[in-house]
């Protein structure tokens, strides 16, 4: 009974092992599974030659491999059960007749619920595909300007226009409350007077600054919105940078910001190329010129004449 046991599991494990694991394209590393149900899209953008591919999140359906080895292996305690108590009334011939009518009715009893399972298993993934904005065309080989369709599970993240996400409340307070100076809060948190000296750790120059800055515009982008008033923030006096004459009447006036993100938030060299198709066509050659971005001869960016 054991062994016959160890069997239908073994079995049912290394099957599904087959289809859900072992099936796999070596340059997509997409399974058998996934290609069927259309989990896998290919995106075209390509990092280092590699093709880079994006998985729907459809995680539950991994259960179906688990419910494929319950019901295998419940099968197969059936089926020792039965053979075992055919072989108690040693009639070999009358015991196989028997356990294949027995497991003819179990497989037509089971088959409708197999096929339910299969017709899920393609029909809900396939209806998840569909659901995905059609303007989403992953076969491209570049990305679209305005950051939209950049994660397949949903294409609106990171395109040009979204709110920035917010981690905490709205909270509001009263004006009249002793709150801290935010420039004498800055002049302490980044004191270059103090920091200037003390030796980098990471053993970087002055060049990370440039390459942090440019991917600080890359990502954002923002404006103030002052609409609703500013607030009027004294400047310390002989502020190192507001107030050089230490005359100490200089007021730094804040606006509100808006959440409206004008960049995309990838790394998609937005400060170069733009975020919409208008600045696109300026960039590229055309019939409005040789393009900002045209090479000359030795392979230099055009200079520009107005500067």
Known sequence: AWVWEYWISQWTYGFGSLMVNQFKDQESNCNL???ILLRCVQNANQLNGNTILKQFSLDHFNRYELWAYYVCFFLGMYLTVLILL????????ETVMRFTRRFRKLILCLLPILLL?????IVVPLATVLAIDDDCDYSYRNPRIDGYCGNPDHPEWGKKGTDFYQWYEDFEYD???????PRVLSNRLFDMEKRKELPSEA?????????????VHD???????????????????????????CTGKHVMHLCNVKR?????????????????????????KGRQGPGQLAMDKKGYPPLDRRS
Request: aromatic share 6%.
């Open 33 to 35: 599974v996934d290609t």
């Open 86 to 93: 055919q072989i108690v009334n040693h009639n070999p011939k």
């Open 117 to 121: 399972v299969v017709i899920i298993a």
């Open 175 to 181: 004006d009249e409350d002793d709150l801290p100076n």
């Open 203 to 215: 053993h970087i120059n002055v060049l990370q600054a440039g390459i942090a800055q440019f991917l």
């Open 219 to 245: 990502l954002l982008y923002f404006q103030s919105d002052c609409s609703q008033g500013h607030v009027a923030v004294p400047i310390p006096e002989c502020d190192p940078v507001f107030d050089i004459t």
């Open 260 to 284: 409206e993100n004008k960049m995309t938030s990838w790394i998609d060299l937005s400060p170069v190329y733009g975020t919409s198709d208008d600045i696109l066509k300026l960039l590229r």
